[in-house]
């Protein structure tokens, strides 16, 4: 078990079947589909519905693989949809896109340090590391915002600065993972 402080238990799993942003063509939603259980290993996250297992957009496995592998899994948490919601004037959990939600509060690149534990319900530690911001980008900000486009910066630069600093959430990497690892809603996320 994990000795770092508990931030708070998962409530959400979540992959993307197809990419969900189209540069300059906007933010589509539809892509993401809730999952009861995964499997995270170093390529990223598997999610598991009834018999079969959907590979994530972000997974390297993934034929339409986003990220090359350089952002193969993503963590939120619903303190940022709190602030989202009270900023865009609603937020549906899990509406970014983000692979694993956690109900816990929002938290800066900071708190986060050197990266976070999840603890399976079978006792195995899945460390994830190296975490960065997911940049905000003019397609889910447009989104955000109700617009039927995709905006310039200088017409959504506001808004698009309120997303910064992990709101949309952070990508992690599960590097230490020799084989993977199971998750389910109610693990417990802990400080590292």
Same mark, same amino acid.
């Given at each position: ?15 993307? =079947?197809?990419?969900?942003? &189209? *540069? /300059?063509? @906007?933010?589509?939603?539809?892509? #993401?589909?809730?999952? !009861? ?22 997974? =390297?496995?993934?034929?339409? &693989? *986003? /990220?090359? @592998?350089?952002?193969?899994?993503? #963590?939120?948490?619903? !303190? ?27 938290? &800066? ?8 534990? #999840? ?74």
């Amino acid at each position: 078990m994990s000795s770092g402080e508990l931030i708070g238990e998962i409530v959400r799993l979540q992959v993307q =079947r197809i990419p969900v942003k &189209s *540069r /300059g063509a @906007g933010y589509d939603p539809s892509g #993401i589909e809730e999952v !009861g259980r995964a499997a995270v290993d170093a390529w990223g996250m598997v999610g598991g519905r009834e018999d079969a297992w959907i590979v994530d957009a972000h997974h =390297r496995a993934h034929p339409a &693989s *986003r /990220g090359g @592998g350089r952002r193969s899994l993503s #963590i939120g948490f619903t !303190g940022h949809y709190t602030l989202m919601a009270e900023r865009f004037g609603g937020a549906p959990v899990g509406i970014a896109g983000e692979n694993i939600i956690v109900d816990g509060p929002a938290l &800066s690149l900071r708190d986060l340090g050197d990266g976070l534990v #999840i603890v399976a319900s079978d006792g195995t530690d899945l460390f994830l590391e190296r975490p960065r911001v997911a940049a905000p980008c003019l397609e889910f900000t447009s989104f955000m915002l109700g617009l039927d486009r995709v905006a310039p910066l200088e017409e959504i630069e506001g808004p698009l600065n309120d997303l910064h600093d992990g709101r949309r959430g952070f990508i992690v990497a599960a590097d230490r993972t020799s084989s993977p690892v199971e998750l389910s809603i109610g693990d417990g996320v802990y400080h590292a």
